[in-house]
């Protein structure tokens, strides 16, 4: 429940949201939620929005960021008072990867441009899940990691970050707290700031050097998180996988990976 350096991990039952409802509410607390639908992600929108409207910050002042190449395609859906969406044309890089990778630089420049006036958190994550079951102001605090679903009882070893020593994002075997989504971080909008752009520039200098780490933005969040801690580390909770047998100690799934025919949307 907590980490080495004192970060909390949250697990259903550590927390009482009544008592943290109370705190950011008085606080008038204004959410950002970023997402990307690029190319043929659109198709999971609706299904993201619906969903978040359900259980993600009920309450709250949130605004949704979407970002996309293709405006037409967004699904027009009733929101809850308060709440609001923002769509941001982007464009669009050829390969997913890229398209992947190319999120850190949007949201960095999206934080100081835009986000730093308009709300207090971010929370930045994949467009490939549906909640499922409540996400609140728990998860909120300057700079917060979730445990990958697929390594979050595996021994460090198995840990899959970048080992090559010539890229940026390379981490020595004998170092590494845990091993973080790529698709679900957040923090308070300066936090956020420096994580996309440290992310952002640890990138472009691997481009220049023809590298492109393993598990591309993944990576270099986990690079960025082993020398500058989560300040809170969400448990699998937050972002499960139904390939995944459910453990004794998983006793909510608030948000799961949608299952993609990766052909059928990837590159096109
Ligand atoms: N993405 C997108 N269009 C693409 C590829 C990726 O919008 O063509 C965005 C989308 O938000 C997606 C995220 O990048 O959820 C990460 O890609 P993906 O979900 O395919 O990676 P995975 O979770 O399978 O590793
Ligand atoms: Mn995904």
Not at 18 to 35: C, E, K, M, P, S
Not at 71 to 77: C, F, L, Q, R, Y
Not at 227 to 242: A, F, G, R
Request: proline share 4%; glycine share 4%.
């Amino acid at each position: 429940m907590m980490t080495p350096w004192f970060a909390p991990i949250l697990w259903d039952g550590s927390y009482n949201i009544d008592i943290l409802n109370a705190q950011f509410h008085q606080r008038h607390v204004r959410i950002g939620l970023t997402v990307f639908a690029i190319k043929k992600y659109t198709v999971f929108m609706k299904t993201f929005i619906e969903t978040a409207e359900k259980f993600f910050m009920v309450g709250y002042k949130v605004n949704y960021y979407v970002f996309t190449d293709r405006v037409k395609e967004m699904p027009n859906i009733t929101l809850a008072d308060g709440r609001q969406l923002v769509v941001l044309e982007v464009p669009s890089y050829k390969r997913w990867q890229e398209v992947s990778m190319r999120r850190m630089e949007m949201i960095r420049d999206n934080s100081s441009k835009r986000f730093i006036n308009e709300v207090d958190y971010l929370v930045c994550v994949d467009v490939d899940i549906k909640f499922t079951d409540e996400v609140g102001v728990e998860i909120l605090s300057d700079v917060f990691g979730t445990l990958h679903p697929g390594y979050f009882r595996a021994p460090r070893e198995h840990f899959t970050y970048e080992r090559r020593k010539a890229s940026a994002a390379y981490i020595p075997p004998d170092e590494g707290d845990f091993y973080y989504a790529g698709g679900y971080f957040g923090g308070t909008v300066e936090e956020v700031y420096m994580l996309t752009s440290f992310c952002h520039s640890e990138m472009m200098t691997d481009k220049g050097n023809n590298i492109e780490a393993i598990w591309h933005d993944e990576s270099y969040l986990n690079k960025y998180f082993l020398y500058h801690k989560p300040t809170k580390v969400l448990s699998p909770e937050y972002l499960w996988d139904d390939n995944i047998e459910v453990p004794e100690v998983l006793k909510r799934r608030r948000s799961v990976i949608v299952p993609k025919n990766y052909n059928a949307v990837r590159n096109r």
